[in-house]
T-cell receptor, first 114, second 117 residues
Framework: AQSVTQLGSHVSVSEGALVLLRCNYSSSVPPYLFWYVQYPNQGLQLLLKYTSAATLVKGINGFEAEFKKSETSFHLTKPSAHMSDAAEYFCAVSFSGNTGKLIFGQGTTLQVKP | DTGVSQNPRHKITKRGQNVTFRCDPISEHNRLYWYRQTLGQGPEFLTYFQNEAQLEKSRLLSDRFSAERPKGSFSTLEIQRTEQGDSAMYLC???????????????FGPGTRLTVL
């Protein structure tokens, strides 16, 4: 069965520090991978997605993620954290040929300290 | 493009009552999804429409839940005889399927937060 695991429910970084949010997936078929961000009491906003065109994907707000098939990972990074990055981040997977429904990880709360 | 809208944004109801939520997708998006998100968890898929046809339902969608998309535009999600366990954020998303088997990008609404007392 396909699944997504986000390692670390809470991550805390200082402003200006590197952000690394981890995501591993389990799939028997080639996946499509997504990162979404959710601010309090709001819906989900797409940060970036991997669709097999390039393994390094650049998204909005300076975020990027690298697809590593050998490690079944799709970790999200940002070189320098900003206070406005504090939010909940979700990794999700979908699969070619299906309905397009997303399977989400449990989420990681990013705290940015001044 | 006004984005996906959902109404109401908040709903408080008593156990046993029926509730209905509405989702208006982005214009011309023919795919529409419903997800449920409980506190501290990621969203879970409930059901999916392609135009007016409901093509997939999760096992999470008990017989107390029903969703419709009568004209292939807006959708409603009704919960009958609500239970405290139904308390959650209900999210709607819409998309346009891409050709070549590439998965589409789903755009989410702000959600409806349901509290069952």
């Amino acid at each position: 069965a396909q699944s997504v695991t986000q390692l670390g429910s809470h991550v805390s970084v200082s402003e200006g520090a590197l952000v690394l949010l981890r995501c591993n997936y389990s799939s028997s078929v080639p996946p499509y991978l997504f990162w979404y961000v959710q601010y309090p009491n709001q819906g989900l906003q797409l940060l970036l997605k991997y669709t097999s065109a390039a393994t390094l994907v650049k998204g909005i707000n300076g975020f990027e993620a690298e697809f590593k098939k050998s490690e079944t990972s799709f970790h999200l990074t940002k070189p320098s954290a900003h206070m406005s990055d504090a939010a909940e981040y979700f990794c999700a997977v979908s699969f070619s040929g299906n309905t397009g429904k997303l399977i989400f990880g449990q989420g990681t709360t990013l705290q940015v300290k001044p | 493009d006004t984005g996906v809208s959902q109404n109401p944004r908040h709903k408080i109801t008593k156990r046993g009552q029926n509730v209905t939520f509405r989702c208006d997708p982005i214009s011309e998006h023919n795919r529409l999804y419903w997800y449920r998100q409980t506190l501290g968890q990621g969203p879970e898929f409930l059901t999916y429409f392609q135009n007016e046809a409901q093509l997939e339902k999760s096992r999470l969608l008990s017989d107390r839940f029903s969703a419709e998309r009568p004209k292939g535009s807006f959708s409603t999600l009704e919960i009958q005889r609500t239970e405290q366990g139904d308390s959650a954020m209900y999210l709607c998303a819409s998309s346009v399927p891409l050709s070549g088997g590439v998965t589409d990008t789903q755009y989410f609404g702000p959600g409806t937060r349901l509290t069952v007392l």
